[in-house]
């Protein structure tokens, strides 16, 4: 199976996990998710009333310079990780 396909197929999986993960494992899945399917971070700074879209923003912002692969990779292990301790 190629990274993509893999890749591709946790992001699906994680999505059936039978608890939510922790809102810090959500945020630092999406922040992989972005920056595999997007790459460097690409739009402004939500405002400080937008905490939620903060959040997010600075996810995403913390993962700027790792390469698509890298973070295909590192979703994947988290994905893994978040499916065992959580069940699907």
Known sequence: MTLQKEFEQYADDVKKVKT???DQELLDLYGLYKQAVVGDINI???GITDLKGKAKWDA????K???KDDAMTA???LAKESINKYGM
């Open 20 to 22: 939510r993960p922790t």
């Open 60 to 63: 995403w912002n913390s993962r």
């Open 65 to 67: 310079g790792m390469s």
């Open 75 to 77: 979703y994947i292990a």
């Open 44 to 46: 402004d700074k939500p």
